[in-house]
């Protein structure tokens, strides 16, 4: 039998920690799953019935396993563990979110679950970069990570080089183009830097540069909330009805 | 000298920490500061120079003193602690954000630090709820909070009896007019239920129900991040420019 391990980047696994995690990760990708931890203590409360049923339906392997809660959730407030292969993704020629140099594993997660929210599903990741199969991340995304598609990309260059004809609008605090005034075209690129840098000024050069203006009392918006308005305000722009 | 203990809710001072709140803090209300904790091993680089100045020009009380650190910032990335008297407010008739039994610190932080990044500046707080002056809300604000007033109510009711003109507007994932549909009115109050429950259907009954158009892929977006979206498109309808 395979080993638990406490989760790393380089393992091939991970995992979804807690009932509702792991039933949107079967029911999304059963053939990712691996196997399904249970703790001896889990109830059989109406959810976790339902969620035996899912297990039944897609035939997954379900242990109780109270060693896996200890390695993987010492702390204690979950009791279904489902863990999964990773995949890896080629984006295509789609809309997408460009995320540059995102160290922030709760950050991603939100991210993800708001770009999921207005309808994109396709996120390229700059390295170096928070790890998106880290387990904080597929947690803050309330399972909107199993509905996503992630690549990653060594430099900036290395995705225009693969997607010349997406049009690129940066997020940057010294745009001049306001937001609102911006003219959408699709398929789009909206690139964001670090949580602390934002994006250099070069990206100027090869992007419309664009700002989601606010008052001087802040110095900007958080990373997540600038993300989760501009693809607002990009898919109403474009009439998009979820 | 007066004990340094740990934040308590009970407690009537609360605590700035890090140099950048710090600094906010004392620009800000410099006559809330009650005493400002310096660590032995905070270097004397142009930010903390910058700092000192802003101390002198506003004569608070400055002591290097250790042990503040070890009580207040066990994790010990912390070299500069301010020490403010917390203050009650009154809301008055602008308009504002009003959070329905917000049970986390770091949410609320990133709320106060969208709104006021979007010209609200007045948030009222349904209780049972988080603690504004929690350090945790402060921080999370990024120093938003010194420039907000917060006034909390024991109920709903006591808050639209103070406020009976406001224009209320419930946010609702069952609600039948989309935010992109709303007639904004002023003096508004943009209300949100509590991260787990949202609002309870009653609120239909006193307040016009918007919801923030979502794909199915999520049950909802985050708190903070409906609130942000709410507060941009409602500030953008009424033609603010930030």
Same mark, same amino acid.
Request: charged letters at 25%.
């Given at each position: 039998?395979?080993?638990?391990?406490?989760?790393?980047?380089?393992?091939?696994?991970?995992?979804?920690?807690?009932?509702?995690?792991?039933?949107?990760?079967?029911?999304?990708?059963?053939?990712?799953?691996?196997?399904?931890?249970?703790?001896?203590?889990?109830?059989?409360?109406?959810?976790?019935?339902?969620?035996?049923?899912?297990?039944?339906?897609?035939?997954?392997?379900?242990?109780?396993?109270?060693?896996?809660?200890?390695?993987?959730?010492?702390?204690?407030?979950?009791?279904?563990?489902?863990?999964?292969?990773?995949?890896?993704?080629?984006?295509?020629?789609?809309?997408?979110?460009?995320?540059?140099?995102?160290?922030?594993?709760?950050?991603?997660?939100?991210?993800?679950?708001?770009?999921?929210? #207005? *309808?994109?599903?396709?996120?390229?990741?700059?390295?170096?970069?928070?790890? =998106?199969?880290? %387990?904080? +991340? &597929?947690?803050?995304?309330?399972?909107?990570?199993?509905?996503?598609?992630?690549?990653?990309?060594?430099?900036?260059?290395?995705?225009?080089?693969?997607?010349?004809?997406?049009?690129?609008?940066?997020?940057?605090?010294?745009?001049?183009?306001?937001?609102?005034?911006?003219?959408?075209?699709?398929?789009?690129?909206?690139? #964001? *830097?670090?949580?602390?840098?934002?994006?250099?000024?070069?990206?100027?050069? =090869?992007?419309? %540069?664009? +700002? &989601?203006?606010?008052?001087?009392?802040?110095?900007?918006?958080?990373?997540?909330?600038?993300?989760?308005?501009?693809?607002?305000?990009?898919?109403?722009?474009?009439?998009?009805?979820?």
């Amino acid at each position: 039998m395979k080993k638990i391990q406490r989760y790393k980047r380089e393992l091939d696994v991970s995992y979804a920690l807690g009932a509702s995690l792991t039933f949107e990760l079967v029911k999304r990708h059963p053939e990712w799953v691996t196997r399904i931890f249970l703790s001896s203590s889990a109830d059989l409360s109406e959810g976790m019935i339902k969620l035996k049923d899912l297990f039944e339906e897609h035939r997954v392997w379900v242990e109780t396993n109270d060693k896996a809660f200890n390695i993987l959730s010492p702390k204690g407030n979950c009791f279904v563990i489902g863990e999964f292969k990773k995949t890896s993704f080629s984006l295509e020629k789609y809309s997408h979110i460009v995320l540059a140099n995102p160290s922030d594993a709760g950050n991603l997660g939100t991210i993800i679950r708001t770009a999921v929210g #207005f *309808g994109i599903t396709d996120i390229a990741i700059i390295k170096p970069a928070v790890d =998106f199969y880290n %387990p904080a +991340v &597929i947690r803050a995304s309330m399972g909107a990570a199993f509905h996503v598609r992630v690549e990653y990309f060594d430099t900036i260059e290395d995705y225009t080089s693969k997607f010349p004809d997406n049009e690129r609008y940066a997020f940057m605090l010294s745009a001049s183009i306001a937001i609102t005034d911006v003219i959408v075209k699709e398929p789009f690129s909206l690139i #964001f *830097g670090n949580e602390a840098a934002g994006l250099p000024d070069e990206y100027m050069s =090869f992007c419309t %540069p664009v +700002v &989601i203006k606010h008052t001087d009392k802040i110095d900007s918006l958080n990373l997540p909330m600038a993300v989760g308005i501009a693809v607002y305000e990009f898919t109403k722009k474009l009439g998009c009805v979820f």
